[in-house]
């Protein structure tokens, strides 16, 4: 472990919570996914999400998956046992996503 320095406590800088009405600073450009196979968080959370992100002025890109686990990888049990196993990465969102970084960066 040379040059490695110990972790220490996290320092959090203060944020101010944002009101429900902000808008983000323009142009913040948001990849949001969702997926049928993710067994933490269903597309309906994930709806009010993007519509927040779309109310607050985010140039939102959102990509609805099928069979795509909650670590984005091809597999449609729901279970957290398949996350360490050797699956493809989606092929949907890796088209997406380099579609979204050609676009906005």
Do not use: W
Not at 79 to 84: D, K, V
């Amino acid at each position: 472990m040379d040059g490695i320095a110990p972790c220490g406590p996290a320092r959090l800088e203060p944020h101010r919570k944002a009101r429900r009405d902000e808008a983000l600073p323009a142009p913040t450009a948001v990849l949001l996914t969702s997926s049928n196979a993710d067994g933490y968080f269903g597309c309906d959370q994930v709806n009010r999400l993007a519509a927040g992100l779309s109310k607050a002025s985010a140039n939102l890109d959102y990509v609805h998956l099928n069979g795509v686990d909650h670590v984005l990888k091809e597999d449609i049990t729901k279970s957290p046992a398949a996350f360490s196993q050797s699956l493809p990465f989606s092929a949907h969102l890796r088209t997406a996503l380099k579609a979204f970084l050609a676009s906005n960066l």
